[in-house]
């Protein structure tokens, strides 16, 4: 199955660097050289057996995006699953980015109707503090501009998490049997007497799924490509109805930036409280020593620690993926989650094997 | 006068650091009037690399020299900073350029000074080569150090470990290595890789799960107190183990890595083991070795272990003795 993703925005906002850090595995630092983009880079990324990412990042200069708009604009618009809008948070050019993304709106509500939109707020390193707060009129702005086209909004940054969270979030939507997965890896935390278990894609370690059910607004289930509204379980065994249709009235905005103030998510039946943003931090970790690792010609491949505040193994679950067991009774060993993991992979090849066929 | 004492943020167990961070535009005769200058072990003069012009450098060796005229004891170390602006060629001419143009100016000052032992390092704060450098500097303080390179050499030859360092968790600088060369991508690695770990605790750190049994942030007795005890449990079995002969938890990691150019079996993994409170071994163990000989390997982290607090605790007793 391959899905096309639009990555649009004005020139120097950061495309490319985030496709560079997410999908490239190079670190914020390397983004400086980067040059401008030349109209259209086309990238083929698999992602999780045969999900194929059609990745179309298009150079924001305006001579092309002028010719997006008139000449390209069906080759532009066609077929699209995704577009990913991105706005640099201190523009100078506020107005003139906003009109370019009132067309491209436009166009997307001819040729590709059912495209869900993400909208990235980036660079809210630069923002000046209180930056929640520059985040939420800069959402509930773009929010107006869109009307009633829904939109998700993230702030961003590619030198802290935020951008694995986005991503996660976007991913997410395009994983078909994403509930399902979830399910199965609450059965796998329950069996190795986890707190919880996190499934990451292989390449960007981007969060695919967890064993907990979504709970963050951007992990609400996929507004458009959802194909089994299905109920999905947390390990202490609480059933909840993932949402399906109601996330498509209303945009969520969700502040990711590093200083933002993380309201913990309030959830009655998690009493370990961890940190809120661990699944983007934990990509962030792991994509920087991933980095560090090939900068020697090594290339990483397993992780176990026994710490004090907690056991985890982080191993390979599939070809495509990683599986992050996370334990916090001491009695348990990482050998027998070791073991858990490897009897656990036929099933989950299954598994990714039949997201193919819906 | 702005000095700035850093000597909390770097809580180390084998040697309490002090570090006074000086304005540039410092006199030394200010400095002379907060404390007396015999009191300083090492000077650490920070020189940008592309601002390699006169002044700065006869500036530079005027302090140098004067410091060292009230201090002959003193370790004197210029730090070549923000070599990262530079290309690898630029780099190693100007650092060159530079210990020459000192040369000289030591020369020109008297005959005498030609010999000053001055160590120069390139350092930046984009990769470890500061950690690496001031890792250096602090060597030459540590009056231990030879125990502390013994233990870890033997370490090493029971483990079949290629490079193992002793670090201080919190600042990430190395107390000791054995005896085999420094390779700086060894050295950032191992530098990375502990800074993960540290990030990693407090992320699913639970608010209600008790912790084992850490050793406590005083050092703790020297007892025989392996790692966990490895009673395999089954997944999903509510162990009924007793927890009141618990021995003391020492936190440990290890990950595989794969070698891209090497063939297939060439892995190696990296391997980390608190030894006290503050301080951690890390070490480079070829995966084969430690697959199919973990328990030695832990076994030889135990006696080192002791060995470390041993010396941990001869040394915090010496002090004591030197405080009262
Ligand atoms: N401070 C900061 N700078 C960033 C961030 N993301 C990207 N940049 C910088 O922004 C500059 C432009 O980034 P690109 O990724 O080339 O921009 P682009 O959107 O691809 O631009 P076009 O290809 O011309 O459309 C680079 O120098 C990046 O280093 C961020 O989150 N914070
Ligand atoms: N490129 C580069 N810049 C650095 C490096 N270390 C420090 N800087 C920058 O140099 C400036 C001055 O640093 P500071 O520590 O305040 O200098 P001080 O006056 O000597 O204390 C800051 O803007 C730092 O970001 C380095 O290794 N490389
Ligand atoms: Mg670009």
């Not at chain 1, 979830?182 to 996190?198: G, P, Y």
């Not at chain 1, 109805?241 to 309201?263: G, L």
């Not at chain 2, 450098?57 to 370790?75: A, C, F, G, R």
């Amino acid at each position: 199955m391959k899905k096309k993703v639009l990555l649009m925005g004005a020139s120097g906002s950061g495309k490319t660097s985030m496709r560079s850090l997410i999908f490239s595995n190079n670190p914020a630092s390397l983004t400086a050289r980067l040059g401008a983009t030349i109209d259209v880079e086309q990238n083929h990324v698999r992602f999780l057996g045969d999900l194929i990412l059609n990745l179309w990042d298009c150079g924001g200069q305006d001579a092309f995006m002028d010719s997006y708009l008139s000449t390209q604009q069906s080759t532009i618009f066609q077929h699209v699953g995704v577009l990913i809008y991105v706005f640099e948070v201190e523009s100078r050019n506020r107005e003139k980015d906003l009109e370019y993304y009132r067309n491209c709106l436009d166009a997307l509500r001819r040729y590709s109707p059912d495209a869900s939109i993400f909208l990235l707020v980036h660079k809210m390193d630069l923002a000046r503090p209180p930056r929640e707060q520059v985040l939420e009129r800069k959402a509930e702005e773009l929010r107006q501009v869109s009307g009633d086209v829904p939109v998700t909004v993230y702030g961003t940054t590619i030198h802290d998490e935020s951008l694995y969270k986005a991503w996660s979030g976007i991913v997410h939507t395009l994983i078909p049997n994403a509930s399902v997965l979830s399910r199965h890896l609450a059965i796998l935390a329950h069996a190795c007497s986890a707190t919880e278990v996190i499934l990451f894609e292989r390449t960007t370690f981007l969060v695919i799924a967890t064993s907990n059910p979504p709970a963050a607004p951007s992990f609400s289930a996929p507004p458009l490509i959802t194909s089994t509204p299905s109920s999905s379980f947390t390990s202490n065994g609480f059933t909840s109805t993932s949402t399906s249709t109601s996330t498509r009235t209303t945009s969520t905005a969700t502040v990711t930036s590093q200083h933002a103030v993380n309201v913990p998510e309030p959830r009655e039946n998690d009493p370990h409280q961890l940190a809120p943003t661990r699944y983007e931090r934990t990509s962030e970790l792991i994509k920087a020593f991933k980095y560090s690792c090939s900068r020697v010609r090594e290339e990483f491949h397993a992780l176990e620690m026994e710490l004090g505040e907690f056991t985890a193994v982080l191993d390979e679950l599939t070809r495509n993926t990683y599986v992050l067991i996370v334990v916090h009774d001491p009695t348990i060993e990482t050998a027998a989650l070791r073991m858990n993991i490897r009897l656990a992979r036929q099933k989950f090849e299954e598994l990714q094997g039949d997201s193919l066929i819906s | 006068m702005a000095f700035i004492h850093l000597n909390s943020a770097l809580a180390f167990t084998v040697i309490p650091l002090e570090i006074w961070d000086c304005p540039g535009d410092i006199a030394l005769e200010t400095l002379k009037a907060e404390t007396p200058l015999s009191q300083f072990a090492a000077l650490i003069f920070v020189v940008d690399i592309q601002d390699l012009y006169q002044p700065t450098i006869t500036k530079m060796v005027e302090t140098i020299v004067s410091l060292y005229q009230e201090n002959p004891d003193i370790d004197l170390e210029v730090f070549v900073h923000k070599s990262d602006v530079l290309s690898e060629e630029y780099k190693i001419e100007n650092f060159r350029h530079l210990q020459q143009r000192v040369m000289d100016e030591l020369m020109y000052i008297g005959n005498e000074y030609e010999q000053l032992p001055i160590n120069f390092q390139l350092t930046s704060i984009y990769d470890h080569s500061l950690h690496d450098a001031f890792s250096r500097v602090m060597h030459k303080l540590i009056d231990c150090l030879p125990y502390l390179e013994d233990l870890l050499n033997v370490f090493c030859s029971n483990s079949q470990s290629s490079k193992a360092f002793l670090f201080d968790i919190n600042s990430r600088l190395y107390v000791a290595t054995d005896a085999s060369p420094v390779d700086p991508p060894t050295h950032n690695l191992c530098n990375d890789y502990l800074q993960m770990l540290n990030a990693f605790g407090p992320l699913y750190k639970s608010i209600t799960a008790t912790s084992p049994s850490a050793p406590r942030a005083a050092l703790p007795s020297v007892t025989p107190a392996p790692s966990r005890s490895r009673t395999t449990s089954l997944p999903g079995s509510t162990g009924s183990r007793p927890l009141s002969t618990k021995p003391l938890f020492y936190p440990s990691a290890s990950t595989s890595l794969a070698s891209s150019t090497a063939g297939a079996g060439a892995g190696t993994t990296l391997t980390y083991h608190l030894i006290t409170p503050h301080l951690a071994l890390l070490a480079l163990i070829p995966t084969t070795v430690f697959e199919a000989r973990r328990g030695l390997v832990e076994y030889n982290v135990v006696f080192f272990r002791e060995g470390v607090q041993e010396i941990c605790q001869v040394e915090e007793e010496a002090r004591r003795v030197v405080q009262t």
